[in-house]
């Protein structure tokens, strides 16, 4: 397993598990309340964490592929995936408005922003599920 | 349009070198591994930058190491 493919791997586990957290521990989106805007302060700050941990330890452990800038192949399969998830993330996001906004009348601001972030966070994780799957078929 | 099948030496050159590996073959070219093996396994066509790269270093012109042929129509 490649450097970039580890790299994919310790992003998409980071973002998958920082956003069950979050879900699971601020159920109430419908109202905003202090508690929520600090519990996904948190989050963020944790992925960050956990993804500066793992890029560090596949750093240390593979120095010399790290430091090997990416590859024509490596570029293109970023790119391939980053167009899939940029379908993902402009329908989804298109779908969230609508259905926020016309199927539940009377919501606030911050349920449309909730639901683009949650968009968000599923494209994210397209991306780095197609990169993986395009890491694999190349290997 | 008919479609073209692009194979290539790559394994043969390597072995008549020394047994040269993917990691030499790599680093010479200036990919990863997983490059190279995707390469020679035929999952990936090279830009020509790259095809000129291998060439170069097994002292062979491209069309000794990559090949088409051509298949069906697409």
Avoid: C
């Amino acid at each position: 397993m490649s450097f970039r493919e580890k790299s994919a791997w310790v992003t998409l586990i980071a973002i998958i598990f920082v956003s069950v957290l979050y879900v699971l521990h601020v159920p109430r989106v419908f109202e905003p309340t202090h508690w929520a805007f600090v519990a996904m302060m948190m989050s963020v700050a944790s992925f960050v964490v956990i993804e500066v941990v793992g890029w560090l330890v596949l750093r240390l452990r593979n120095p010399a592929e790290a430091r090997t800038p990416k590859d024509e192949l490596e570029k293109l399969i970023e790119l391939k995936a980053l167009r899939i998830a940029a379908y993902v993330y402009f329908v989804g996001s298109f779908a969230a408005v609508f259905i926020t906004l016309h199927l539940h009348h009377g919501v606030g601001g911050h349920v449309v922003g909730a639901s683009v972030l949650l968009v968000f966070i599923v494209a994210e994780i397209v991306n780095y599920t197609a990169r993986i799957v395009y890491y694999r078929r190349h290997s | 349009m008919t479609k073209i099948v692009i194979t290539n030496e790559i394994r043969r050159l390597r072995f008549e070198h020394r047994e040269m590996t993917q990691q030499d073959l790599a680093e010479k070219i200036g990919v990863s591994r997983q490059t190279v093996n995707a390469i020679e396994a035929g999952k990936y066509w090279p830009s020509l930058e790259v095809a000129f790269r291998v060439a170069d270093v097994f002292g062979r012109r491209v069309d000794e190491v990559f090949t088409f042929e051509k298949g069906g129509r697409k």
